[in-house]
T-cell receptor
Framework: DTGVSQDPRHKITKRGQNVTFRCDPI?????LYWYRQTLGQGPEFLTY????????KSRLLSDRFSAERPKGSFSTLEIQRTEQGDSAMYLC?????????????FGPGTRLLVL | GNSVTQMEGPVTLSEEAFLTINCTYT??????LFWYVQYPGEGLQLLLK?????DKGSNKGFEATYRKETTSFHLEKGSVQVSDSAVYFC?????????????FGGGTRVLVKP
């Protein structure tokens, strides 16, 4: 199975620490999206890439958050100086732009708990 | 801005009952509409979608019709099974011009009892 993978699946950290998550999209997909899902809510868009270019960032993405996709393949999402409010599930999705039926395929998510 | 509103859960049903989950949206233009499902312990999966008015999406016995006049995309299934227990999310996309990013509703948890 070559679906979207995310690592780690779970992360517990102390407030003030930095964390980094990784997403590996489906290999031929050129678009990659990050969403955040808090408990009992639907996912909220954070940012997306087309190849290595970051094309849009939500205002939810404060300056403590940074995302990269250096070679247009995998992506990382880093949170600096974590706060308790950052506790959430971080979801990654990928798609193939230009596909007339463009569908986003989601990974299993990384669940972050900030103590 | 864009938004999606769906009925709050949990919805508890007996096996073989009829399921309806209401979803309405607010968006400019002609968004595409989706239903995603999240089974316990798994990631989001696309269940069905519709890209223009009056289109009907269907999959695994689920159906939803894109109703532009009522800005709705209600999900229905005629006879649910225990295995349909999951959280269902309605979502919209405003297409390529908006990066195809998805706007989700809050989710509806469905529990089907044998």
């Amino acid at each position: 199975d070559t679906g979207v993978s995310q690592d780690p699946r779970h992360k517990i950290t102390k407030r003030g620490q930095n964390v980094t998550f990784r997403c590996d999209p489906i290999s031929e997909h050129n678009r990659l999206y990050w969403y955040r899902q808090t408990l009992g809510q639907g996912p909220e868009f954070l940012t997306y890439f087309q190849n290595e270019a970051q094309l849009e960032k939500s205002r939810l993405l404060s300056d403590r958050f940074s995302a990269e996709r250096p070679k247009g393949s995998f992506s990382t999402l880093e949170i600096q100086r974590t706060e308790q409010g950052d506790s959430a599930m971080y979801l990654c999705a990928s798609s193939l732009s230009g596909d007339s039926q463009e569908t986003q395929y989601f990974g299993p998510g990384t669940r972050l708990l900030v103590l | 801005g864009n938004s999606v509103t769906q009925m709050e859960g949990p919805v508890t049903l007996s096996e073989e009952a009829f399921l309806t989950i209401n979803c309405t949206y607010t968006a400019t233009g002609y968004p595409s509409l989706f239903w995603y499902v999240q089974y316990p312990g798994e990631g989001l999966q696309l269940l069905l979608k519709a890209t223009k008015a009056d289109d009907k999406g269907s999959n695994k016995g689920f159906e939803a019709t894109y109703r532009k006049e009522t800005t709705s995309f209600h999900l229905e299934k005629g006879s649910v099974q225990v295995s349909d227990s999951a959280v269902y999310f309605c979502a919209l996309s405003r297409g390529k011009a908006a990066g195809n990013k998805l706007t989700f509703g809050g989710g509806t948890r469905v529990l089907v009892k044998p």
